[in-house]
């Protein structure tokens, strides 16, 4: 180790005395102007991590669905998945390090992890449209090269694309080609496959409204229009040539509010989606004749995939296991749904992908969608293998016709993979922490019919998330607002106290 370059570079990115922040949800997050040392410390650990695994490691500059002032920043470990939890932990000591102690901690890593010094590392970068993105990338790569590490960096690109990209680096191109372009043109050509043999006499109607948050996804999208067939009439909005990012729009926003976001004009029935900050959440909705709103969120989606895949599933005649997983803040109608009619079993995990991701590995296929728009679908290797197979063979033409649809679908989808007062168990659905706050939770769920609550510190944002559903909006909305109160009593809140309407 270099420990004069460390050194040399770790006084360009001193640390702010005292911040103490966390690997939290999808790694570090909170105001732009605090993250520069955070951001170049993560270049250090993700040249340890590249050395340890002998593989490409991706580090993306983003806050996602956050506001334009935060930013942030994560790890892609060498399959495309997040971080493994034991590095999530050695990035939060390796952040909160006095200047002092930075050479320990590397050490100390170094140690516990077995970390072969001599192992060439090999980083990629990417980043979102936030005006603080460029300057902490730069950070990001002061780390690398105060390490010695080598990098490429991709500049603005979509959380999922540098997924991809460190997936395509790893597997030596077998997964794709480790470039926007290859992105592009494995997913295209799986989409118009699939839309090809789904889609029977060619008249249903393929427009489509997109909110891009004012973020990445609108740049992204304009690239991969010229992929796309033209009778797909994307109509982008919020396309980040006016307006703040994730500011009354974006998938959070409509997910939250459940309504339109701003900027997009929609008549009865006109299909429309929003993505968030980095194009890694989408949710779908439309406006009926009527004038209501009706959103098609994470759950309805995984609900739709796990019908559509079990379908093509009977017609090949393979008894694979499909599973679904899902976070505490599924709707309870949607896991019903799910395990008493489409008889799939659902298992709930802590919020963040990587939890999802973990658990629906176990599955032959594993859907996992949180309600806000984040998932995916995961194949294992030997369903991968064997679909693949049948979709070569000789047989019946339905069946070769449904197995060439369930490998497109496997190439469509890229599957890479003070609030702490409050503490949660069982998947985030009990508080333990503080006393009597679950007691009193129970308490306000019993007033209301088909209802369900619960609480938990973000991982994200300063703040803590209160879920509340029963029979109808308006005693959803007096439920969250009475368990927002018993939070602010209970835990200590601070600033406006939630009024009871
Ligand atoms: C991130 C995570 C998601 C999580 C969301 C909210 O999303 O990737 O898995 O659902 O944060 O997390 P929390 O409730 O802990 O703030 P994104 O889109 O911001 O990366």
């Not at 995990?349 to 590995?361: E, R």
């Not at 030997?382 to 679909?387: F, G, L, N, Q, S």
């Not at 469509?412 to 702490?420: C, E, F, K, T």
Request: net charge negative.
């Amino acid at each position: 180790m270099d420990l004069n370059a460390i050194t040399k570079f770790s006084a360009l990115h001193a640390k702010p005395d005292g911040l103490i922040l966390q690997y939290g949800t999808a790694g570090f997050r909170t105001k732009a102007n605090c993250l520069d040392h955070v951001m170049y410390r993560m270049g250090l650990l993700a040249v340890l991590r590249s050395k340890q695994t002998k593989s490409t490691i991706g580090v993306m500059v983003t806050a996602s669905h956050n506001p334009e002032e935060d930013n942030g920043v994560k790890l892609i470990d060498p399959l495309g998945e997040m971080l493994a939890p034991s590095w999530e932990e050695h990035a939060t000591c390796l952040a909160n390090a006095e200047e002092q102690n930075v050479h320990a901690v590397l050490a100390e890593i170094c140690h516990r992890e077995a970390v072969n010094q001599q192992q060439k590392a090999m980083i990629i970068i990417g980043r979102d449209t936030r005006p603080s993105s460029e300057k902490l990338s730069q950070s990001v790569i002061d780390g690398v090269t105060a390490l010695g590490g080598q990098y490429h960096d991709y500049g603005l690109v979509t959380t999922p694309q540098l997924h991809y990209l460190v997936c395509c680096q790893n597997t030596n191109g077998q997964y794709g080609k480790a470039t926007v372009e290859g992105y592009y043109q494995k997913l295209s050509k799986a989409f118009v496959d699939l839309t090809k043999q789904t889609f029977s006499n060619g008249n249903e109607s393929r427009a489509l409204k997109i909110d891009c948050a004012s973020g990445i996804g609108a740049l992204k999208l304009k690239e991969m229009e010229h992929y796309l067939p033209r009778e797909l009439s994307l109509h982008l909005f919020n396309d980040g040539s006016k307006g703040k990012l994730n500011h009354l729009c974006g998938a959070d926003f409509v997910k939250s509010h459940q309504k339109l976001p701003l900027g997009i004009e929609v008549k009865p029935n006109e299909r429309c989606c929003s993505f968030d900050g980095d194009a890694d959440r989408i949710v779908y909705y439309y406006n009926d004749a009527a004038g209501h709103f009706h959103l098609i969120d994470g759950d309805k989606i995984a609900t739709l995939i796990s019908s559509f895949l079990k379908e093509l599933l009977l017609e090949v005649g393979e008894n694979l296991k499909i599973g679904v997983v899902q976070t505490a803040y599924a709707n309870g109608s949607s896991t019903q749904y799910l395990e008493e009619i489409m008889k799939v079993p659902v298992h709930c995990t802590k919020t963040g992908v990587k939890h999802l991701h973990h658990k629906a590995q176990e599955f032959d296929i594993g859907v996992y969608f949180e309600a806000n728009g984040h998932g995916t679908v995961l194949f294992s290797k030997t369903a991968e293998t064997k679909i693949r197979q049948l979709a070569k063979e000789e047989m019946d033409e339905k069946k070769r016709k449904a197995a060439m649809m369930l490998e497109n679908v496997i190439d469509l989808i890229n599957q890479v993979a003070d609030r702490q007062v409050i503490d949660t168990t069982d998947a985030e659905r009990r508080a333990v922490r503080p006393v009597g706050l679950q007691e009193a939770i129970d308490d306000l769920v019993k007033k209301y019919r088909s209802s369900r609550a619960f609480v938990r510190p973000s991982g994200t944002e300063d703040v803590v998330r209160v879920y509340a559903e029963a029979d109808s909006q308006e005693n959803a909305d007096k439920l969250a607002t009475e368990v927002s109160l018993a939070v602010f009593q209970l835990a200590g809140g601070v600033g406006e106290r939630p009024k009871l309407v």
